[in-house]
Every structure is written in structure tokens, then in C-alpha cells.
């Protein structure tokens, strides 16, 4: 296995992000937990340094433990990584007199061979710098191995010991060859490669196992991915000690319930509460229209109800969730160990604490399409770990206005038209998300030969990558017509439908 050895970098889980994509196995230790007896447990074929926001010239800033660099083994040092390099091999750090930030480019040292750390780049990279510090005088037995213009040091080595250390971030973006560097690191280092998401698969297994032992564990159900992959994760691990509370608020899209309970229920056989909550709810929503207060009665009565189901398992000692890296903002504070923030609107936030449970996240390393990977690996099926990301206020927020049953109905129809429309068409995947929202108009029309007053509604379908920022998806005419026509002839209750055309920003993907 490789370590990564975390000093406090927003970029530290894209290090791992890139091993996975090598199929390389990585674990990420805070280096205030590495003492000389767990770098022995640990026993790494090879060790990675990430960033960090600290200056080494600081009294007291983070090091690494002396040992690790005398295992023996290959160590990457990246950024804050290097600088810590440096410092412990005896060379100098001095605060930076200009900091340098974003896009440089790196050529090989004259005389430099262009095999080794360089295979595969071309004569001049671009790498992204974010450095306040400089490296003064290299530590004995490294030496210059590529350069740019502002950064004399930029990569450095010490080849015997399979020592490297860079002064820009080869794992992001913005360094478009970084991840040929990293393979490069890890092939010199003798990985092969041939770690697969089976394997982490195991290895999350084994973890669970590890922190659960024989006791219970509560997961909060969406019926979205998420939350889907992480209970047949724990499942796997610990089989009955799990139940799944799946909180039905009344608000979900056709169907969408009876096959959340029958694939969980009948197909995994795993212990499944289902609170069929639609009458709590919607007589709470009554005569609201306002998104923020329709937003807040839904989450505070989502809380009482999961926590009364929760209340009744007997024992219960921790909460699943399926928190996804993104979700997480890490960071090694200085004086203690990571802090931990959940993206607000999260379902069962704060829940954790009130009923004094602890938390088990078996996902906070993936990233979205790595956590479909994994679902993929447990054996979901594709359509439905390929699904579109569902709010959770669910229909509230795609029927402005007041919401009534009637409403609902309806919105759940039409829906289920545009989203077949979309599966016959073969456009499923190309989109983000679709769906339709229920105006709180009525509008005039004609079929037959009768007059009609009926609702209006909105198609919504977008592209994006993150959900931050949208556009449209350019339907054909004919695709736009027939769907039009096949949700009117259809749905009782729409006479009139309307293509939203409104990019993100200044629009936002639902409507409230
Ligand atoms: P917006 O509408 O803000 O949506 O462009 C961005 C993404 O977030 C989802 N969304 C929500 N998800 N609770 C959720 O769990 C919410 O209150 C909520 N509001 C929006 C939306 O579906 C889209 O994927």
C-alpha cells in the first residue's frame, strides 16, 4: 500500500483520487497520528507528503516522523510535502519573499534524462504552483532535476533513495500531466497496478466490520445512490445489525417508493422500516407556498420521523451515511485533528449528536462516479446507479405555490412521460437531470371538441458536471412536440406544456 501522509491540504483526497485511478491502494493518515509504531503497522511500499496551508519555517509546524524517511522505502513530497523534505533531510526553507500562485511550466534540469519521473512529458509541462516558501539550499544528496522560471527548486531529487519532491500540485487540474508524474512515482516505487474497486470494496468491508464489531447500526434511506450504496456496503459487512429507515414523506416520483422497498426489502433482504409519512406531510404543507418554509417543515419533520423510527431499534449505536468526499470540507486544524462540516441541507444533519449516535461513513473518500463504481461492484443495477440526482424536499419544490394532492398527482404523471420520453430516446445519460414542474396556473384550451382549464407545466432538463452551474439540453423540435403532445393526450389535469430554457446561472436547476 502507498501513504499518503495528510498535512492539511484542501487537495489531499484528489492525491488518493489519482492512485485509484492508477489502481494503486492508498490510505490518508493526519500526520498527527503517525507515531514511529504506526508507520511500522502501516509498513508502506511508498509514501506521498501532500500540501498543506502551514509554513515550515513556523515554529511548531507540522513534520513528518524522522523514521519515515528512513524505511527505505520511496517518498513524494508535493508542496508544503517538499518543503517538510528539505527541512528534515537538512536542507533550508526560507519564507517566501513573493508567493507564487497558478500556472507555471517545468522543463528537465540541462543534462536531466527524460525516462525515470519524466517518462511519458513532454519538454515543458504545465504544473499549478500555490507556494509562499522557497527552498534555499537542498538537502545532501538531492539535487535539481527540472526547473521554471520562478522556481530554481521545482523538482528536486535525491534518485538513489527514490527521494522526489515538487513545488507544484501534480494531482489537480490544472497540472494536465500530473497524473503521468504521480505514475511514474508509483512505478518506480513497484506498484503494478492491479488494485481494483473489488478490492476497496474488501477493504471498506473489513473497516466497518472494525468499528461496528457486534453492534447496530441505523441507515437513513433516500432511495437515491448515495444512500443506496452505503446500506448494501454495511450490509455486506454486517448482515442484520443493520436496518434501513426509509422516511416516505409523500413527496417522491411515481412508484418510487414500492420499488425502493421491494429492492432493499425483497431483493437484499435487508431489515427495512418504512414510514409512510405522506398524510404528516402533506397536512404540515398545507396552505404553504413559500420554498424556504415548504424547505424547513419538510427537514424538521423528516428529523422527528427518522428519529422516531430510529428510537424503536432497540440498541442502535450508529448512524450510516452516505457522505461523499465532496460533501466534506477536511481540514487538519493546528491544534487539534480534522474538523468536519456537512453540506447544510444534508437530511439527518445535526442528527447524530441528538440522538447520541455515532457516525459510520463508509463513502467519504469517493467521489460521485467512484461511489457508482462501488455500487456497480455491490451489484445495484445500472438504471439505478445511474439515476439523476433527486432534492431531497423531493415534489415540494417542483410545484410552486401551494401543494396539494391533486397537484402531486398530476406532476407525477407528467413527469414519468418526460422522463420515458428521455429513456426512448436514448438521452438518459447525456443529462444531468430532468424533470417537470407544475405551474400554479391554469390555462385555456381545446381538445375535442370541449373547452379546457387545466394546469401548465414546465420540462426542466440540464446539463452539468457538479450541479453548480447548468445549461439546458437542446432537445430537437420533434422531440420537444411529442413529448408535448404524448403528456397532454396523457395526464388528465395539463393542457398546456412550456420548455425551460434558462441556464444556471442565473436560474437554478428546480425551480424554488
Ligand atoms: P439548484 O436548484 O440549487 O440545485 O440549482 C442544485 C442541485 O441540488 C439539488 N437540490 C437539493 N437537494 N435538498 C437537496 O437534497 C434541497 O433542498 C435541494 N435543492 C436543490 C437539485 O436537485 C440539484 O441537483
Redesign the pocket.
Known amino acids: 500500500r502507498l501513504l499518503v501522509v495528510d498535512f492539511g491540504s484542501q487537495v489531499t483526497q484528489l492525491i488518493a483520487r489519482r492512485l485509484r485511478e492508477l489502481n494503486v491502494y492508498c490510505e490518508i493518515h493526519p500526520y498527527q497520528t503517525l507515531t514511529d509504531a504506526r508507520l511500522r503497522d502501516i509498513a508502506p511500499q511508498a509514501v506521498i507528503l501532500s500540501g498543506g496551508p502551514d509554513s515550515v519555517t513556523r515554529d511548531g509546524s507540522p513534520r513528518a516522523p524522522q523514521s519515515l524517511f528512513e524505511m527505505g522505502v520511496p517518498v513524494f513530497g508535493i508542496c508544503y510535502g517538499q518543503q517538510v523534505m528539505m527541512e528534515q533531510l537538512g536542507g533550508r526553507v526560507e519564507a517566501g519573499h513573493h508567493a507564487e500562485y497558478g500556472r507555471a511550466f517545468v522543463t528537465p534540469a540541462p543534462g536531466h534524462r527524460k525516462d525515470g519521473i519524466f517518462a511519458g512529458l513532454a519538454e515543458r509541462e504545465q504544473v499549478w504552483m500555490s507556494h509562499g516558501d522557497r527552498v534555499t539550499q537542498l538537502a545532501p544528496g538531492f539535487e535539481v532535476i527540472g526547473t521554471s522560471p520562478n522556481a530554481p527548486f521545482a523538482i528536486t531529487a535525491d534518485e538513489s533513495r527514490g527521494f522526489y519532491a515538487v513545488q507544484f500540485h501534480p494531482e489537480v487540474h490544472h497540472t494536465p500531466n500530473g497524473r503521468q508524474m504521480l505514475e511514474n512515482f508509483v512505478r518506480l516505487a513497484g506498484f503494478t497496478g492491479d488494485w481494483t474497486m473489488a478490492a476497496y470494496k474488501d477493504e471498506a468491508i473489513r473497516k466497518i466490520r472494525d468499528q461496528v464489531g457486534d453492534r447496530k447500526v441505523i441507515c437513513g434511506l433516500s432511495g437515491g445512490v448515495d444512500s443506496s450504496v452505503a446500506a448494501v456496503l454495511i450490509h455486506e459487512a454486517i448482515g442484520d445489525q443493520l436496518t434501513c429507515v426509509f422516511v416516505d414523506h409523500g413527496l417522491l416520483r411515481l412508484n418510487e417508493a414500492e420499488e425502493v422497498v421491494t429492492m432493499f426489502r425483497d431483493h437484499y433482504n435487508i431489515p427495512l422500516i418504512h414510514a409512510d409519512e405522506a398524510d404528516l406531510f402533506l397536512g404540515a404543507l398545507e396552505g404553504i407556498s413559500d420554498p424556504e418554509v415548504k424547505?424547513k417543515t419538510i427537514g424538521k419533520l423528516f428529523i422527528d420521523v427518522f428519529q422516531r423510527e430510529a428510537g424503536k431499534i432497540d440498541g442502535a449505536e450508529f448512524l450510516a451515511q452516505g457522505t461523499l468526499y465532496p460533501d466534506v470540507i477536511e481540514s487538519v486544524s493546528f491544534s487539534g485533528g480534522p474538523s468536519v462540516t456537512i453540506k447544510s441541507?444534508h437530511?439527518v444533519g445535526g442528527l447524530p449528536e441528538k440522538m447520541g449516535l455515532k457516525l459510520v461513513e463508509p463513502l467519504r473518500e469517493l467521489f460521485k462516479d467512484e461511489v457508482r463504481e462501488l455500487g456497480r461492484e455491490l451489484g445495484l443495477p445500472s438504471t439505478f446507479i445511474g439515476r439523476h440526482?433527486?432534492?431531497?424536499?423531493g415534489l415540494a419544490?417542483r410545484c410552486p405555490g401551494e401543494i396539494t394532492r391533486d397537484k402531486l398527482e398530476i406532476l407525477r404523471k407528467a413527469d414519468a412521460v418526460f422522463i420515458d420520453q428521455i429513456r426512448r430516446h436514448g438521452l438518459y445519460d447525456e443529462i444531468w437531470?430532468a424533470f417537470v414542474a407544475i405551474l400554479p396556473v391554469r390555462t385555456v384550451g381545446v381538445m375535442g371538441d370541449g373547452r379546457t382549464y387545466d394546469y401548465a407545466c414546465a420540462l426542466r432538463a440540464v446539463t452539468s458536471v457538479d450541479?453548480?452551474t447548468?445549461d439546458y439540453y437542446p432537445f430537437t423540435h420533434d422531440f420537444l412536440g411529442e413529448t408535448a403532445t404524448r403528456i397532454i393526450n396523457e395526464v388528465k389535469g395539463i393542457n398546456r406544456v412550456t420548455y425551460d430554457i434558462t441556464s444556471?446561472p442565473p436560474g437554478?436547476?428546480?425551480w424554488e
Not at 389 to 393: A, S
Open positions: 424547505r441541507h437530511n440526482p433527486f432534492p431531497g424536499p419544490i437531470q450541479g453548480m447548468a444556471k437554478t436547476i428546480e
